[in-house]
């Protein structure tokens, strides 16, 4: 960074003053410093300069003809193409209440007449500096949101481009990042003989890493097509390959295969939050027994138990991971299973797109003003 700063252009300098013996006083003194100076004999002359030169410092007398000092910061603060440019008075007002004025008005700091010129060196050097180093933080945290937004972009692209249609079946699926990026992941896969495989997952938090481990599991699902079939073979197959590059983090999941024709659906759970079914016929939404394993990545399972389950016409199916259930309020409460389970028997029947739509909304009614967590991720079936 220090090495950017010192191949940096010449600073400028707007001195301001109605007097040119100060005018010309303030210019043999900064001459030092190798600074362009830009000059203005009035406030709206240093206003106009101020917006198309856009000096690195500006330094500002306060009793002038015309507006005065003061009235010049308001201005510069409240304009968003100068608000950020520094400015120190430079005034024969002393009072501690001129000084308390100029910098509530949004100066970095007041120096009095007469001043000394060290004084005024040091002053301009100090603020230069601190502007020079926000400027470079500015510019790089603009270059890694530019870098964020690309790498989302990138994220979403490994996700399904839309829902698979299966006769007998409706989809709905909900995803959201609390981040730029994140580490949930949802997929499905259409098997020859009719039956739709399902994968819900979610990478340890919701940053870069998380993004690679989501990433790494979108490839290594997309490549085991021997296994799709499988719930067992297919966490196992992703777990071990986890394991051999992952260091410490670690990815939860639930894996499921439906087979339309007899309703049948078998699951394969490692970590991930039990899913939830809702039967219409009876108005109750249940957790879905589900043994599991423990979340991927760490080491090989020896074995992977599966659960198989019948679905009736009208079941809602729903996966989700935990920051669904995990997302908080302003008094730290969680929004809970509860709760969630409550809204099945709120919403419609019978279409997953407006039970999701109300999970959202209960959901954002909750949280209030608190942004989430964790990211959300929810994907339902329902059973035609």
């Known amino acids: 960074m220090l090495s950017k700063i010192m191949d940096k252009p010449t600073d400028s300098i707007l001195l301001v003053d109605d007097q040119p013996a100060n005018l010309q006083l303030l210019s043999q003194t900064l001459e030092r410093l190798g600074s362009k100076l830009l000059f203005a004999k009035n406030g709206e002359t240093a206003l106009t300069i101020a917006q198309k030169a856009r000096p690195d410092l500006i330094l500002l007398d306060i009793m002038m003809p015309g507006i005065d000092g003061f009235e010049v910061c308001r201005r510069l603060k409240a304009n968003?193409?100068?608000?950020?440019?520094?400015?120190?008075?430079?005034?024969?007002?002393?009072?501690?209440?001129?000084?308390?004025?100029?910098?509530?008005?949004?100066?970095?700091?007041?120096?009095?007449?007469?001043?000394?010129?060290?004084?005024?060196?040091?002053?301009?050097?100090?603020?230069?500096?601190?502007?020079?180093?926000?400027?470079?933080?500015?510019?790089?945290?603009?270059?890694?949101?530019?870098?964020?937004?690309?790498?989302?972009?990138?994220?979403?692209n490994l996700l399904p481009e839309g829902l698979p249609e299966i006769g007998?079946?409706?989809?709905?699926?909900?995803?959201?990042t609390s981040r730029y990026t994140g580490g949930d992941y949802y997929d499905f896969a259409a098997l020859p003989d009719g039956r739709l495989a399902i994968l819900l997952a979610d990478a340890e938090g919701h940053s870069a890493p998380a993004t690679v481990l989501m990433a790494m599991t979108c490839a290594l699902f997309r490549s085991a097509s021997t296994f799709l079939g499988e719930p067992d073979q297919m966490l196992s197959y992703i777990n071990e390959n986890l394991c051999k590059v992952n260091k410490g983090s670690f990815v939860t999941a639930i894996y499921a295969v439906y087979d339309v024709p007899s309703g049948t659906l078998k699951m394969a759970r490692a970590g991930n939050p039990l899913p939830i079914r809702y039967r219409p016929s009876e108005r109750s939404a249940t957790e879905l027994s589900c043994e599991g394993v423990l979340i991927m990545g760490l080491e090989p399972y020896a074995e992977v138990p599966v659960t198989e389950v019948t679905l009736q016409p009208g079941d809602q199916l729903l996966f989700y991971t935990d920051g669904v259930t995990d997302r908080f309020n302003e008094k730290q409460e969680s929004y809970g299973i509860n709760r969630l389970l409550r809204q099945f028997t709120t919403a419609d029947a019978g279409d997953p797109s407006g039970i999701l739509k109300g999970i959202i909304d209960d959901l954002s009614r909750f949280a209030g003003p608190r942004p989430a967590d964790d990211d959300q991720a929810m994907l339902m079936i329902a059973v035609e």
């Open 168 to 176: 007998g079946l409706k989809l709905a699926v909900h995803y959201e």
């Open 80 to 156: 968003a193409d100068t608000k950020k440019i520094p400015v120190i008075f430079l005034s024969a007002l002393d009072e501690t209440g001129d000084k308390v004025r100029g910098l509530q008005l949004g100066a970095v700091d007041y120096v009095a007449k007469p001043f000394q010129p060290d004084e005024v060196i040091a002053r301009v050097n100090t603020h230069l500096t601190i502007h020079r180093l926000s400027s470079e933080v500015q510019k790089q945290r603009d270059e890694l949101e530019h870098e964020l937004k690309v790498v989302s972009q990138l994220q979403r």
